[in-house]
Nanobody
Framework: QVQLVESGGGLVQAGGSLRLSCAAS????????MGWYRQAPGKEREFVAA????????FCADSVKGRFTISRDNAKNTLYLQMNSLKPEDTAVYYC?????????????????????WGQGTQVTVSS
């Protein structure tokens, strides 16, 4: 069982930065691959970034590549999402997710399948 609590959201101007955190309860954090998703008003939840259990593999959606960085600190049971050069289209509720299954690799691309553990979300609003 993993409980997740996101923090760090807020209102920022375009071009600014935010760092989201996701604190996980329990000792199972390091045994779960982790992901960030977001959901904008009127849109479906979409994948943002994911990281392997050890943190050695990271990957993200093309829409945030070069601007967002996912990382984790297994000693602190915490997942992070550093967001730079924010754009108004990044406005959304951001959720972290945990999956005991590893990230997948098909020889060319990495994939993350969301697990059953979600946080409550944190709002990120980027003004133009």
């Amino acid at each position: 069982q993993v409980q997740l609590v996101e923090s760090g959201g807020g209102l920022v101007q375009a071009g600014g930065s935010l760092r989201l955190s996701c604190a996980a309860s329990g000792r199972a954090f390091s045994t779960h691959a982790m992901g960030w998703y977001r959901q904008a008003p009127g849109k479906e939840r979409e994948f943002v970034a994911a990281i392997s259990k050890s943190g050695g593999t990271t990957f993200c959606a093309d829409s945030v590549k070069g601007r967002f960085t996912i990382s984790r600190d297994n000693a602190k049971n915490t997942l992070y999402l550093q967001m730079n050069s924010l754009k108004p289209e990044d406005t959304a509720v951001y959720y972290c997710n945990a999956n005991p299954l590893p990230v997948l690799y098909n020889g060319r691309d990495y994939y993350y399948t969301p697990g059953g553990y979600w946080g409550q979300g944190t709002q990120v609003t980027v003004s133009s």
